[in-house]
């Protein structure tokens, strides 16, 4: 099969809607917007959870509680399991090293180490925070786990 021997599935492609073109073509005088009001005006948009004046529910309801999803800190999370794919030659590793690698994205404020699959060789290894699991096999290979 090649490129110009695709073809579209039936039903895949719907004629336009041609909007205000006489009441034979059956979307003619009001053009599917209904009689007056503010819906059929031009540039007519009402925003979500409008109730045209009325005390809308969102306000009604009492609002409640902390919510830190504005105040969050992301940190970027690595397995020790990627460090051993890492490039043979190298032996330190920090923030720098995985963002040059593709590991992790630039910018983000901290690094934590988790324990998720195996390695067997030394590294070095400088982050913000370790779990015990990542810590302890880090070691049993030979690297240090470095608080920074």
Do not use: W
Request: charged share 25%; hydrophobic share 35%; aromatic share 4%.
């Amino acid at each position: 099969m090649k490129l110009h021997e695709l073809k579209n599935v039936k039903g895949a492609i719907h004629r336009k809607k041609r909007v205000g073109c006489g009441e034979g073509g059956g979307h003619g005088k009001t053009s599917g917007r209904g009689g007056k009001g503010q819906s059929a005006r031009s540039g007519s948009s009402i925003r979500p959870g409008f109730e045209g004046g009325q005390m809308p529910l969102y306000r009604k309801l009492p609002h409640r509680g902390f919510n830190n999803y504005e105040f969050r800190t992301e940190i970027a999370v690595i397995n020790v399991g990627d460090l051993a794919k890492l490039d043979a030659s190298i032996t330190e590793v920090n923030a720098e090293v995985l963002v040059k690698a593709g590991l992790i994205r630039n910018g983000q404020p901290g690094l934590k180490v988790l324990g998720d699959g195996e390695i067997s060789r030394a590294l070095k290894v400088t982050a913000g925070k370790f779990s015990e699991s990542a810590k302890a096999k880090l070691e049993k290979a030979g690297g240090q786990a470095i608080v920074a």
